[in-house]
């Protein structure tokens, strides 16, 4: 080949061991742990979008208590904005979490009980693959 690249005829031949393993290189573990921003980066996203609609949520509700304060003649009170603004964060945070856990609690319940829908899919997917091993000319009773 030109440029002096080797082919794999041409490469001198390497001796092996045990499984295909080239002997005297060092082969970690199959799998590596990843850096620590790979492991963690659905953490992050989810932290950052927290922080910035959290961010948001304080700015647009401080303009919108200033514009009302100056409307009504009055100065605006960080002592009567903060209360205000952690109490309409927390009366988010509780809908939003008493929606997630029931969903997520809720829906593992059900499931483990076998609900109709799951055993529904179950016995359709049995129904399937008998009907494939039918068609193949195999006796799903017999394994």
Not at 35 to 56: D, E, I, M, N
């Amino acid at each position: 080949m030109a440029g002096g690249s080797t082919t794999a005829e041409t490469r001198p031949t390497e001796s092996r061991t045990d499984g295909g393993r080239r002997a005297g290189r060092h082969e970690g573990p199959p799998f590596r742990k990843p850096t620590w921003p790979k492991a963690y980066s659905f953490a992050l996203v989810t932290g950052a979008l927290f922080v910035f609609s959290w961010l948001g949520q304080f700015f647009f509700q401080l303009t919108v208590e200033s514009n009302e304060a100056s409307q009504h003649g009055q100065s605006f009170a960080w002592s009567e904005f903060l209360p205000q603004f952690l109490a309409s964060t927390f009366e988010n945070w509780q809908s939003e979490f008493l929606q997630l856990i029931w969903q997520a609690a809720g829906l593992a319940i059900f499931y483990y009980w076998g609900s109709s829908q799951s055993r529904e899919s179950d016995d359709r997917m049995e129904a399937k693959l008998d009907a494939l091993l039918r068609e193949r000319g195999l006796d799903p009773d017999q394994p």
